[in-house]
């Protein structure tokens, strides 16, 4: 008895696309000054308790984690990471 094979269809390129993009907000204590060149292209924002809100695109999970690991390296306090909606920028 000959049994079936699966064969999964193929792709004219192997190559998966670009990852999109995620929209993150990033809230810490303290107060950070907007000018750091290192924020990049975010949004700084300014909450009522001395805490800052840093908000925008990220490019993938390595810059994110880069941004956490400077927060870090800055001895900052690191309240919430929340991905959200780009439309709510």
Do not use: C, F
Not at 8 to 18: L, S
Not at 44 to 55: A, D, F, K, Q
Not at 62 to 70: E, H, K, S, T
């Amino acid at each position: 008895m000959k049994k079936d094979h699966y064969t999964p269809p193929r792709h004219t390129n192997n190559v998966p696309p670009p990852p999109q993009p995620g929209s993150y907000a990033i809230r810490i204590k303290g107060l950070l000054d907007p000018t750091w060149d290192w924020i990049e292209n975010l949004t700084v924002t300014y909450l009522e308790p001395g805490e800052t809100v840093i908000s925008g695109p990220i490019v993938d999970q390595a810059a994110l984690y880069g941004l956490i690991a400077r927060i870090r390296d800055l001895n900052l306090t690191l309240l919430s990471v929340n991905k959200i909606d780009p439309n709510d920028l």
